[in-house]
């Protein structure tokens, strides 16, 4: 099983600040089946970024996803007060057992 | 707009059964795999179980022999049968659509539904 960790745990910024946050596959992530998803408080994950580097539907460009293999990062830039929130990375595949999650990596505003 | 609205949620014994509902409306159901993932306080979400359009079912270790998902597809309904729980299973509940319609792959979720709560405790 693949594990995925996220880094850092906690990021502190302020809005109008770039935000970069990493996730490491174990294993190599195959055909770049990794996504991202956002998580407000008390609300459902919201699906950012598949494919590694696709944006969702109506999601702003100021998310990009990039990275292959083992390492993959979300940029988010221009943070919105809404921005600061639990962001998760998720790998998907060919495989039910491929469907994993990270730990997560909260964004606070400083 | 896809909507997806969980039902069922409860409180429950250690032992017990419990069946949560997923109404899904605002995309063709039956041409999507469906998914029920779900997330105890503070941990991050883990993958349940995914059923194809077709019906064909796969679960988590840690839910296999337990718990059955199933679909309606006459009502763009999404089942999740849960036996024998215990209280590790204690978490909010979601459906979740998959991205691509039957593309043979296990896919990103790209709409889930508000969840259910489900608590086990004696």
């Known amino acids: 099983e693949t594990v995925l960790t996220q880094s850092p745990g906690t990021l502190s910024l302020s809005p109008g600040e770039s935000a970069t946050l990493s996730c490491r596959a174990s294993?190599?992530?195959?055909?770049?089946?990794l996504a991202w998803y956002q998580q407000r408080g008390g609300q459902a994950p919201r699906l950012l970024i598949y494919?590694?580097?696709s944006r969702a539907t109506g999601i702003p460009d100021r998310f990009s996803g990039s990275g292959s293999g083992t390492d993959f990062t979300l940029t988010i830039t221009r943070l919105e007060p809404e921005d600061f929130a639990v962001y998760y990375c998720?790998?998907?595949?060919?495989?039910?057992?491929?469907?994993?999650f990270g730990q997560g990596t909260r964004l606070e505003i400083k | 707009d896809v909507q997806l609205l969980e039902s069922g949620g409860a409180s429950v014994q250690p032992g017990g059964s419990l069946r949560l509902s997923c109404e899904a409306s605002?995309?063709?159901?039956?041409?999507?795999?469906m998914n029920w993932a779900r997330q105890a306080p503070g941990k991050r979400p883990e993958w349940v179980s995914h059923v194809g359009g077709d019906g064909r079912a796969w679960y988590a270790d840690s839910v296999k022999g337990r718990f059955t998902i199933s679909r309606d597809n006459s009502k763009n309904t999404l089942y999740l049968q849960m036996n024998s729980l215990r209280a590790e299973d204690t978490a909010t509940y979601y459906c979740?659509?998959?991205?691509?319609?039957?593309?043979?792959?296990?896919?990103?979720?790209?709409?889930w539904g508000q969840g259910a709560l489900v608590t086990v405790s004696s």
């Open positions: 294993r190599s992530v195959s055909s770049g089946f």
């Open positions: 494919g590694a580097s």
């Open positions: 998720q790998q998907y595949g060919r495989s039910s057992e491929m469907y994993t």
């Open positions: 605002g995309f063709s159901f039956d041409h999507f795999a």
């Open positions: 979740a659509k998959d991205g691509f319609s039957n593309n043979g792959v296990f896919d990103f979720f790209d709409y």
